[in-house]
Structures are given as C-alpha cells and as structure tokens.
C-alpha cells in the first residue's frame, strides 16, 4: 500500500478541474489582437485628446490575454473618454462602445462618440477665505481665462487658479494660496458657474538681504546688484531683476531668491539669496572651415572673479585659414594668427558699468595684404535697460602693412562708440525680437600728418517665430558699412571693407566681393550693403534644415552706389543643435557666378550665420 503526502491530493483535484476548463475555453489563454476605431467627432483636437486618453489607441499593440480582457478595457476606456470630454466641457456627451469579431481572428473596437453641445462659462466669484480682504483690482474673467460664453474647459479653471496668485504677488501677495476652488453646472442652460476661495496672507513689505553661499565674491559686489530697497513693496519683477543682474556678473551658476514667512521685529520681510560659485577657472575651444578660408580654430583660459570683484581674466589664441592657398604678392602663405589678452571689470564706479581692458598680437595673411599689429583698447560699457547698452573708449594700434603697393606703417588713434540694442530671446539661437548694432569709430593717422577718417557699421536683425513653437523661424540681416574720409586721408588697407564669406555673402569667398585692382586681388572699398534672408526649419528635436540668400555688394564710394549690381548667393544650411548652440553647415553658391568664383561655399561653424 502506497501512501500519497497530504499536498498530493490538492495538485491532482486543480488538476482534474483546470483540463476540462482548458479544453471548454482555449480562448481564455489566447491574445486578443484588435483594431480600434474613434468616430462622432470631427474636432482634431478634441479627437487627439480622446486618443491620448484611450487605453484601447494607446495599448493597442499590446492586445490583453483574452476576449474577457479585451472587454474589461474597453468598459475602463468608458469612464477614460466620459472624464476626458467633460474636461473638455462635453458634460451630456455620450460615449458607446462595440466589439465585433470578424474572420481575420481580430476583434474590431468602434467607438463612438456624441459630444453633444459644450457647456460654456458663465459667472465667477473670487472670495476670501476666514474673513480676509482681498486686493479691490484683481483681474476679471476675461484676463483669467475664463470670459461668460467660453466653453467651460478643465484646464482653463485650473490655470485661472494659478493666474489669481500670481496676480496677487504682483500686487504685493507672494504668499496667497487657493483656498479650495468649485465649479457648478447648469444642465439645462448648459452653463457653468465657478467660484475661487483665496487666503491672501499678508501684504509684504521687503527688508533686509541675507547672502547664503558667498564664499570667493566680494559682499559688495553681490549686494550692489539688489534691485529693491528696505520699504518697497514686494513685486515678482524685483525679485527677477535681482536674479537676473546677479547672474549676469558670470560668477554665480544658480541663484534662487526666497521671501522670508515670518516678517522681521520691524515688520518687513527679509529675502534670502542663495548663491552657488562658479569655477573660477574656465577653458574653452572653437572650430571653423570654409574652403575659401580653410580651417580655423580658436582656444581659451580664463580666471574668472579674479580678485573677487568678478573681474574676468581671459587669454586667447585664434588660428584662421590654417590650409587656404592665399597667397599676397609678397609670397605670404601662413595662417592668420592672434594672441589676445582681455581683463573685464563689472560694475567699475557704478553698478551695470563694466571696464574691459583688451590688448592683442595680430599677424594676418588676408588676400591682398599682410598686416602684424599690436593693438590696445580700453573702454566702457554701460547698460541702460535690460535690452540697450552704450559704450565708448580708446584705440591704439601701431601696423606694419603690405599689398601691392609695398609695406606701409600706420600709427592710430581711435574712439570707438557703441549702441547696442537686444531684445531676442537667446544668444546662439533666437527665435524671437532682433538686434540692432551701430559703430562709430573716428581714426587719427598720426603717421600721415594726424589725417582723420571714420569708420561706421550699423546691422540689424529681425527673428520671427511662424509657428509659435520654434519649429519654423524666420530671420533677417541688414548691415550698412561707410568710411567717412575727408581731404586726401587715406585709410590703411585693413580699415577699408571687404565683403564674402561666411558672415557676409554666402556663396562668395572670403574678401571675394568688392573692388579689386588688376592682378584681380581684393583692395576693399569705402561702403557696404548686405542684405540676409534664411527660414530655419527644425526637422527634429536636434536636426533642422536652413534655405537661405544673402545680396550685397562692396563700393569705391562713400555710399552704396545705385547702379552697381547686388550680388547674389543662395544655398542650404543643414543645424546640429547641441547644448551649447547649433553647429552650422551652409552651403551657398555665387548668382551670378564670375569667372574667378568657385561653383559653391562651404562654411562650417558653431552658431547661426546671424
């Protein structure tokens, strides 16, 4: 006689249960492949919403286990849709679902959808919670979002809630709170009514700074870019002021701002600041090529907040035309190169005033001419607004040039003036405002009897967002280039202008536009005109395609002359957008093509071309 352990009988009662059950229903152990289908509505968007919010679209290539669990999502899918259209203001929508087998062993999912008319807003009431008085001008139904007759949409009443406390910190608030908010429906006048609770809190008057993370900055460097005074009223534009000007000293890399809770024994509310230092130390690279100028490279060290005023030492190398054929009479074949020191000083004498110090070795090899320079420059840059800064200074320069006509000396004096004017959204990359530069600089020849002439640029650019998204950009260059030179002044070769290349006329080489004498090499000109014209359009997150022309010419005279013809360069530019910028593949070709000018341009940068 054989004995069987006690768990034995259990497996073997399962057993006999599970088989018949396996053999009367196969299907329970089989996917439920399916195709689904949305119909009722002819709103794109309410119908992508739908789609998001159906499990049926979404998991679809996930078919459940069974027809039984087929089932069980679409009953779920049901209350998904019903949530998803009232959110949507669809409160009498309805949503009915059918599942129909056909002979290809799918199951085919209609869902069909009644939206009925939406329910649309109308009265709201702000009240204050515990007895509290609220500010008497807070915005009403139409600045919140919420204006009588507007379909009464989920995502609107949660937005307005959000707007109330922000328009209560800009009236002095920061830490007004919602009190609870609910929305009530009308079925038969298919409105909707909605009421806020807010609790205020207190009205604050701002009092004293506390640094938390200075360590290397000097306090009164930080302190002096605090953009309220003890008494004022709190205001959200203070507080993003004072954390912008900080930022913008470059010796901070976060810089967060919170309002104290509890007012001080004065009544007024201090303000924590909290820094994080920057590396003091910084390096950096850069690299260019064209085929017309060859391969460039740039390098960098710096030490910035040198000795704690956020003063920024940089020395530099930059290396151009690295394996160009350029070649001036003289034989000259060797890459341009230049050794630049430069020392900043933010907030000399006042606050947003910065003194740069910049002095660099030059040793050029442009067609047409070599020049090896030192150069000197101190000036002053003040900041009147967040957008416009001016500036001016002094230039010295002391060259040895040689062209055509043999080598020359120039000794100059110069005053550089400045306007700039910025209101785009980013620095590498805009996709919105423009830029509007002017540069005026008067020289003094002091080599050929104090002569005088001066030289001005004025360039603007516009950058407009078709789509609101960034997706596709559309940007504009105008630039505008005269030397002024009375009497027989004669600028000397690397002060005339020259047009081409890569920042200039794409589809031209470098210095290839503008007059040339009769070895047919560059000798530059006295005025410019340049016009640009690109739409940047973003295929992916990180690739875009840029269709671009550039016109424009370079003139003997003072002024652009009418009856010279714009030369023209068209072409296609292909963007790599890295963290640190787009990286830039244009390539342009010359209309008309001149017998000297190559069939195509090849330019490769970091950076848009404008």
Known sequence: MVRCSGFLPVLGVFA????????????????????????????????????????????????????????????????????????????????????????????????????????????????????????????????????????????????????????????????????????????????????????PGPKVLLGRQRFVGLSGVDPALAFGRVGWRGGETYRPELMERTRAALSGLGVFSAVTLEVDAEPAPDGRHDVAITVIERKRHFVGFGASYSNSEGLGGQAYWGHRNLFGGGEVLRFGVELVRLNSNTLTRAGIDDADEKLLAELRKPDFLRVDQALVVQTAAINEHPEGYQRRAVTEQVLLERKLSRQLTVGGGLNGEQSTIIDVKGETFADLAGIPLTLAYDTTDALLDPTAGGRSGVEITPWLRADHGRRSFVVNHLTTTRYHDLGGDGVLVAAGRLSLSTIIAGGAAIPPTDKRIFGGGGGSIRGYGFHKVGPVNEQNVAVGGRSSLEVGVEVRVKITENLGVVPFIDAGNVYSAMLPEANQPLLVGSGLGVRYYTPFGPLRLDVGMPVPKRRHDDPVQVYISLGQAF
């Open 16 to 199: 006999a249960l599970a088989w018949p059950m396996a053999i009367a229903h196969p299907a329970l152990a089989q996917p439920a492949p399916y195709v689904v289908t949305i119909t009722g509505t002819e709103d794109a968007d309410l119908r992508g919403l739908l789609e998001s919010a159906s499990s049926l679209v979404r998991l679809k290539e996930q078919p459940p286990p069974s027809p039984l669990g087929l089932r069980r999502r679409a009953d779920d899918d049901r209350d998904r849709l019903d949530t998803a259209l009232r959110s949507e203001g669809y409160y009498d929508a309805r949503v009915a679902i059918s599942l129909t087998p056909d002979d290809s062993g799918k199951t085919r999912v209609l869902v069909t959808v009644e939206p009925d008319q939406p329910y649309r807003f109308q009265a709201l009431e702000i009240v204050p919670a515990g007895g509290a008085i609220l500010p008497p001008d807070l915005p009403g139904p139409a600045v919140l979002g919420l204006p009588s007759g507007a379909v009464a949409r989920a995502p609107l009443v949660v937005a307005a809630e959000q707007k109330l406390k922000e328009a209560m910190a800009a009236r002095g608030y920061p830490f007004a709170k919602s009190a609870g908010r609910r929305a009530t429906i009308d079925r038969q006048a298919r409105t909707m009514d909605v009421l806020y609770t807010l609790a």
